[in-house]
């Protein structure tokens, strides 16, 4: 995977945030905001870009292993009994567990993100901004992932 400028400007800012106090957190909200957004749109889009290049057979697994999970609310396991290669079942199941991971670790570095909003706390910011760090690591490791996994690794 190819470093994207989106992530890498994001990378940027929030280790700067790490410094900041609570002024500076309050007048460059908005702009940390923007960035991370754009380095989210960046890094979805490279991740839809290499699902999008898998083999059908890939696609197929990934979405019975994303089926298991939402149908009917309940786990299932996909497995080689729906049609499946149960090896390609396993590299979908591995791509969608770090995409989940990712996806956490986003939600935390947003929430943390509020809430050191709604307290004004800098402590909670540059928490954020280390969460958000992390969850730019853990995007990109998934996005590894699932290149792997689309050569068959």
């Given at each position: 995977?190819?470093?994207?400028?989106?992530?890498?400007?994001?990378?940027?800012?929030?280790?700067?945030?790490?410094?900041?106090?609570?002024?500076?957190?309050?007048?460059?909200?908005?702009?940390?905001?923007?960035?991370?957004?754009?380095?989210?749109?960046?890094?979805?889009?490279?991740?839809?870009?290499?699902?999008e290049?898998?083999?059908?057979?890939?696609k197929?697994?990934?979405?019975a292993?994303?089926?298991?999970?939402?149908?009917?609310?309940?786990?299932?396991?996909?497995?080689?009994?729906?049609?499946?290669?149960?090896?390609?079942?396993?590299?979908?199941r591995?791509?969608?567990?770090?995409?989940?991971?990712?996806?956490?670790c986003?939600?935390?570095?947003?929430?943390?993100?509020?809430?050191?909003?709604?307290?004004?706390?800098?402590?909670l910011?540059?928490?954020?901004?280390?969460?958000?760090?992390?969850?730019?690591?853990?995007?990109?490791?998934?996005?590894?992932?699932?290149?792997?996994?689309?050569?068959?690794k």
């Amino acid at each position: 995977m190819r470093k994207l400028p989106e992530v890498e400007e994001a990378r940027s800012i929030m280790t700067q945030g790490m410094e900041w106090g609570v002024w500076k957190w309050i007048t460059e909200k908005k702009r940390v905001r923007v960035v991370a957004d754009q380095a989210t749109d960046a890094l979805n889009a490279a991740e839809m870009k290499v699902k999008e290049a898998w083999p059908e057979e890939l696609k197929l697994a990934y979405d019975a292993v994303v089926d298991g999970e939402f149908s009917k609310g309940k786990k299932r396991k996909a497995s080689s009994g729906n049609g499946v290669n149960a090896d390609l079942v396993k590299l979908a199941r591995e791509v969608r567990e770090a995409d989940v991971v990712a996806e956490q670790c986003r939600l935390d570095a947003e929430d943390t993100f509020a809430e050191a909003d709604r307290k004004m706390s800098t402590e909670l910011a540059r928490q954020g901004a280390r969460k958000a760090l992390e969850r730019y690591d853990l995007h990109e490791k998934a996005i590894r992932r699932a290149e792997a996994a689309g050569r068959g690794k």
